[in-house]
């Protein structure tokens, strides 16, 4: 156990970046600071700010996991907390084996509140046997350093059971209890129709496998009001950059794409930030669509959702927290939003959230956490140190079209060149004195071309724009 100087507990807390960390879009683009996820931070700055207290202190690791670092978080800090998502699926095991290596290194508690198994919704897990040992090395540790761990919901309650796991509690994801031990959501006081304003989401795989670019377009089709919310970094940096540089870019029928028609009307966004994500979704009057933390936020929001699964990930958290649902595969493609908003209950929701809450707060007091709402303020200082700070806005599609949309892309781009220019002049000296050779003077050669490495970063519509200028 680390030893305090003081008698502030100082939590470690995996998130992309803190809640008031305000980062210019172009260096959350580049850092990827929600990696690659933007609905990973709902549920970290959930965490942060239940885990703040007069009396604990969490600090964000930026998301990395570095073995090296152990000996140095043994002594600066007193637990180690991993908010996770679907973290047992194929794709996540390398970076899954690295956190089991930095938690055995650990001398401090190690604390997961909320990870799940992914497969289909018929609840196999055939697809995850082969990464089995790595699963159950990660657990392992984990219980090695805390009393139980958290999972989403049943299935991944099972799955790890059945691999002889006892102490596994089902707690849900730490993002539906931002707001406290009470969650309303507004009543459907009238029928949607043409002037709603509705939010959908969903992701590539969705739009891929089953029909959900068909379902988006009847959507936008009845309801000109209609935006899609995207949340993977490619999305972000199609809408800002026109990046089309991703595997991603091959699925044209998902709107964040330049050549899908809500890009062009300007009915796309990403948020960097959860706050202006959910402070947006209070202007809505419905959401829908296959991603769960998309409508989790518009829950959040007060405003009705309903999600439609398409995998274990969505299901079981759908099935928990009783939020309305329908799978999928099974919706039609013309399906009208105001269906799935008028048969919508969410009276299981809330009056079930009570306990919820309850069993939450109760896994982490068995794990030794103090909760804001418990031992703190119910987290006001969180939000009035929040409602202070100014938010980028969500990122909008970008024509390319005049040049005030570029001058805040030019002078990011201009710093990174500037940045670039200096490192290759550090690197040059370190090289030029290991190897005795004279440092190159800014005239020589073609070694040294910073300008023109830097170019190659700069999106097409930007150069186009820029020789137009000349």
Same mark, same amino acid.
């Given at each position: 156990m680390a030893s305090n100087v003081t008698d502030v507990k100082r939590i470690? =807390?995996? !998130?992309?970046?803190?809640?008031?960390?305000?980062?210019?879009?172009?260096?959350?683009?580049?850092?990827?600071?929600?990696a690659t996820n933007s609905g990973n931070l709902i549920f970290s700055d959930a965490a942060h700010k239940i885990l703040e207290t007069p009396r604990t202190k969490v600090v964000s690791n930026g998301i990395r996991t570095r073995v090296a670092a152990a000996e140095r978080i043994n002594e600066e800090y007193d637990a180690f907390v991993i908010p996770l998502a679907n973290a047992f699926r194929p794709s996540f095991e390398p970076q899954l084996k690295r956190l089991t290596q =930095?938690? !055995?290194?650990?001398?401090?508690?190690?604390i997961v509140p909320g990870v799940g198994a992914q497969t289909s919704t018929n609840y196999s897990a055939d697809r995850l046997r082969p990464m089995a040992p790595t699963v159950h090395a990660f657990v392992s540790a984990v219980l090695d350093h805390s009393a139980s761990i958290g999972v989403r919901g049943e299935f991944t309650e099972r799955y790890l059971r059945d691999m002889g796991f006892r102490d596994v509690e089902v707690i849900g994801c730490p993002s539906m209890f931002m707001g406290g031990r009470d969650l309303f959501i507004r009543e459907n006081t009238r029928p949607l129709g043409p002037e709603s304003r509705i939010a959908i989401n969903g992701s590539h795989d969705a739009v891929k496998k089953y029909k959900l670019g068909r379902i988006i377009d009847h959507t936008h089709a009845r309801y000109p009001h209609l935006r899609f919310i995207g949340q993977n970094l490619s999305d972000a940096r199609q809408l800002h950059w026109r990046d089309l540089s991703h595997a991603n870019a091959a699925v044209t029928d998902i709107p964040t794409h330049p050549d899908h028609p809500m890009f062009a009307e300007?009915?796309?966004r990403v948020y960097i930030d959860p706050k202006t994500w959910?402070?947006?979704l209070r202007g809505f009057d419905f959401s829908f669509g296959s991603r769960i933390h998309g409508n989790i936020a518009a829950l959040l929001a007060g405003t009705p959702a309903t999600v439609l699964c398409s995998d274990s990930r969505t299901l079981e958290l759908c099935r928990y927290f009783d939020i309305p649902h329908r799978m999928l595969a099974k919706v039609p493609e013309n399906v009208d939003p105001a269906e799935l908003y008028a048969e919508a209950d969410f009276g299981p929701l809330m009056r079930g959230h009570h306990e919820r809450f309850d069993r939450f707060m109760n896994f982490l007091d068995k794990n030794g956490l103090e909760n804001t709402f418990t031992h703190g303020d119910g987290g006001a200082a969180f939000e009035s140190r929040m409602s202070e700070l100014a938010f980028p806005a969500g990122v909008?599609?970008?024509?390319?079209?005049?040049v005030s949309e570029m001058s805040t892309r030019l002078n990011w781009l201009q710093s990174q060149m500037t940045d670039l220019t200096d490192r290759n002049t550090l690197l040059e000296r370190r090289l030029a004195k290991a190897s005795r050779l004279p440092v190159p003077r800014e005239s020589e050669g073609p070694e040294r071309r910073p300008y023109q490495r830097a170019r190659r970063v700069i999106p097409g519509p930007i150069k186009r724009v820029l020789r137009n200028a000349r």
């Open positions: 470690l =807390l995996r !998130s992309g970046k803190s809640p008031y960390d305000v980062v210019p879009v172009e260096r959350a683009l580049h850092e990827d600071v929600f =930095l938690i !055995s290194k650990l001398k401090i508690p190690v300007g009915k796309v959910v402070d947006d909008r599609p970008w024509t390319g079209s005049g």
